[in-house]
């Protein structure tokens, strides 16, 4: 009933710059927090970034200055901008939001995520 789909991943050399998409879609009355999580290969994951609706953004200690988050809320897509990557960057990148359906039920859903890889 409602899907996240991220996209923009891929490989990408060290110092390089990739976008992150994330859409939501199906029976969505708002979308309230957003998040990118990720996870590297043998390693939990982990939180990346967050943005509430009002657009208040926290980042970890990875992520700061160097990446962006960001969301359209006509359009219910949050943005990833990651600059300056480096190969411990490379992970599945994850989207999270929580959803309240036009019942007004609400529940954090994931994407299935899109991989990033930092290499030369």
């Known amino acids: 009933q409602v899907q996240l789909v991220e996209s923009g991943g891929g490989l990408v050399q060290p110092g390089g710059s990739l976008r992150l998409s994330c859409a939501a879609s199906?029976?969505?009355?708002?979308?309230?927090?957003m998040g990118w999580y990720r996870q590297a290969p043998g390693k939990q994951r982990e939180l990346v970034a967050t943005?509430?609706?009002?657009?208040?953004?926290n980042y970890t200690d990875a992520a700061k200055g160097r990446f962006t988050i960001s969301r359209d809320n006509a359009n219910n897509v949050q943005y990833l901008q990651m600059n300056s990557l480096k190969p411990e960057d490379t992970a599945v990148y994850y989207c999270?939001?929580?959803?309240?359906?036009?019942?007004?039920?609400?529940?954090?859903?994931w994407g299935k995520g899109t991989r990033v890889t930092v290499s030369s």
């Open positions: 199906g029976r969505i009355f708002t979308v309230n927090g």
């Open positions: 943005i509430t609706r009002a657009g208040t953004k």
């Open positions: 999270n939001a929580y959803i309240v359906s036009p019942d007004y039920n609400g529940m954090y859903y």
